[in-house]
């Protein structure tokens, strides 16, 4: 994909045709005023066969904005110098946008040479041109003069074009297609059309789709590329997609066409700046600005990280507060403008896409994962997105990263090698990506975190067996899978011990004091004076207090039946023996039987009976237990 850039009236739309054969103006208002106001598309075959896109865009200052939603994504850019004019304001502008989104690579185009036919005024515009390009990422770029008119050029400019393209890398295809919506509209007999340059993956006839940041779902009813019905689109290719099931007017411009759950809507990034040299103002601490990324654009609040400003020319950290939510990726580029004066101030790269939070602005732990994020190898990119996460599925991490899938795959392998990342389930990373992944950094903060809180809960309340599940886990902060998982591996480590609902340090031990030992021998010489009429519950908690008689259910001495009714746990396992023994010779036994049997009273047969239907020992049948199964 190829772009032009260059100020209005230098003849971008015009060379387009020539090289095209299609006038890229689309507008009424466009071909009137013969002025590009929104982006224009067409396409041409290069020398070698290939086809490829172009996107021409607005050269008037007015529309700048439009220009943006079409130059990022690009592959090449295509600047448009005219040979009577040479070097003007918006050729500054959107030579600045082109080195600052990185576009890999460019050609030069003088236009409307033929009218020149002094040599030496077309050699002093050239050297203009070569200075203007200097230290910019079109420094050395093939300069080509062409006259759409005469035609003489074009075929050296399709050869650079040719060229140009060649030295450009594949484009990745990470397996999670984005499509950012630069033009939607309605056609009769087919319904909603978008179009844009996909990356990141592919998109195929019969795709569940989802639109972001709305969230609306549709189907890929169909799809051109270069007005060609294709099957499937690829990374990097200029794409109309058809979609069944979405209103056209559900849509817009900037919004992000993707497949389910690949991608969620953010409303803060954190990025790296570089201010224009030529910027007009300083960058000061939450700034008001315009941020574009892909074809989107919103205000935002400019946090700066580390700094208190930036002068024209400098780089810094930066977080941007979203006005409203937006889709993107690390390392998309992003472009800054001042809303008023209207200017291009700077722009740079996302570096990360869903931070977790505002970063405090002078922490340096936060500029050094940025850096590692920005400048690291594949392991320091996923390390830091699983910092990001915490404990969480290897998808999703890799998803974070942005990292292609061979890369993030060898990055694992690597982190779980050196111990930096740690599995929280047993399995094969390779194969299974929805294993939970934790940092070391993480996971001995949880662990110690753990020793803590159940330190502190068995010091409060020495008398319970331990920490409620629950609550330890509220304490955490983490997801019920996550937790799940943290406290196996604790426990495998012997770092905790499982109590049924209950978790506990493994040196924690219920400790009665003599002044409560001889209260509990007490309550239980009365349990051995009348075993199957024992004291209530009621009577045992006034006997020796609520936190020691939970104490003995926790350990087992004590078997809680109803609210009200308590056997000893050796009284309890000999009634419920003589049940079985009964239904095992007769089938069935009844209520009176139960009180008969051990001469108790009816609210205790009762009590137990019922306590066996819950636990599916029993089944009622009438006036009759079963067995239950």
């Known amino acids: 994909m190829i772009g032009t850039a260059g100020h209005v009236d230098h003849g971008k739309s015009t060379l387009i045709e020539a090289l095209t054969g299609r006038h890229p103006d689309r507008l009424k208002e466009e071909q009137a005023r013969e002025m590009t106001i929104d982006l224009g598309f067409g396409w041409l075959t290069l020398p070698d066969g290939r086809e490829v896109g172009i996107v021409d865009v607005p050269g008037h200052r007015d529309f700048v904005e439009n220009m943006l939603a079409g130059i990022t994504g690009i592959d090449a850019a295509l600047l448009v110098v005219a040979a009577d004019e040479g070097i003007q304001p918006q050729t500054t502008e959107h030579l600045a946008i082109i080195d600052l989104l990185q576009i890999p690579g460019g050609i030069i185009a003088l236009t409307k040479a033929d009218l020149i036919t002094d040599s030496e005024w077309l050699d002093a515009i050239e050297a203009d041109v070569r200075a203007a390009v200097k230290g910019t990422s079109l420094q050395g770029a093939p300069m080509i003069r062409v006259s759409a008119k005469t035609r003489s050029g074009l075929s050296e400019l399709l050869a650079a074009m040719e060229v140009q393209l060649r030295k450009q ?3 990745l295809d990470l397996g999670r297609p984005r499509l950012a919506l630069d033009r939607v509209f309605s056609m009769a007999g087919f ?3 978008v179009t844009g340059t996909l990356c990141d993956g592919q998109l195929a006839v019969g795709d569940e789709v989802q639109v972001l940041p709305s969230g609306v779902r549709g ?17 990097g290719s200029r794409t109309a997609v058809n979609i069944s099931g979405v209103p056209a007017e559900q849509l817009r411009r900037g919004d992000v066409l993707i497949h389910p759950g690949h991608y969620e809507a953010t409303r803060r990034v954190d990025g790296r700046l570089r201010l224009l040299t030529g910027a007009s103002t300083h960058m000061v601490h939450n700034r008001e600005v315009k941020v574009f990324i892909g074809a989107s654009e919103c205000m935002a609040k400019l946090r700066l990280l580390g700094a208190d400003e930036l002068s024209p020319g400098q780089e810094g950290w930066i977080q941007l507060e979203l006005q409203h939510p937006l889709v993107c990726a690390r390392g998309d580029a992003f472009i800054l403008r001042q809303p008023s004066p209207a200017e291009t101030v700077g722009g740079g790269t996302i570096v990360d896409a869903r931070p977790a939070g505002r970063h405090k602005r002078n922490d340096a732990s936060v500029t050094t994962s940025l850096g590692a994020l920005a400048h690291g190898d594949p392991a320091d990119i996923l390390y830091e997105a699983t910092l990001a996460l915490g404990a969480a599925p290897i998808r999703e991490i890799v998803k974070r990263s942005n990292l292609a899938a061979e890369a993030a795959n060898e990055a694992l392998s690597r982190l779980l090698r050196e111990g930096r990342l740690l599995l929280l389930e047993n399995g094969n990373a390779a194969a299974d990506r929805d294993q939970l992944v934790i940092s070391l950094q993480d996971w001995n903060a949880a662990s110690e975190k753990i020793d803590r809180v159940a330190a502190e809960f068995h010091s409060s309340f020495p008398l319970r067996n331990g920490m409620p599940r629950e609550e330890l886990r509220s304490q955490l902060g983490l997801s019920s899978k996550a937790f799940n998982s943290v406290v196996s591996r604790k426990v495998s480590e012997a770092g905790l011990v499982e109590r049924g609902s209950w978790l506990a340090l493994p040196r924690h031990e219920i400790r009665f004091d003599a002044a409560q030992q001889a209260a509990i021998d007490s309550l239980l010489q009365r349990f051995h004076d009348d075993p199957y009429a024992p004291p209530g519950a009621k009577a045992c908690q006034e006997a020796v207090g609520e936190e020691i008689f939970g104490a003995l259910k926790e350990l087992g001495r004590l078997v809680a039946v109803s609210e009200d009714v308590v056997f000893r746990k050796g009284d309890y396992d000999s009634m ?15 209520l009176a039987e139960v009180r008969d049997l051990f001469r108790t009273s009816r609210k205790y047969a009762q009590a137990l009976l019922e306590h066996l239907d819950s636990i599916g020992l029993t089944r009622r049948d009438g006036d009759l237990r079963v067995f239950a199964a």
């Open 191 to 193: 319904g909603t059309v």
């Open 169 to 171: 890398p594949e484009r």
């Open 219 to 235: 189907r890929v009813r169909g799809i051109q590329n270069h007005r060609k019905s294709v099957e499937t689109a690829f990374p």
């Open 576 to 590: 419920v023996a003589a049940i079985r023994a009964t239904l095992a010779s007769k089938g069935q036994i009844t």
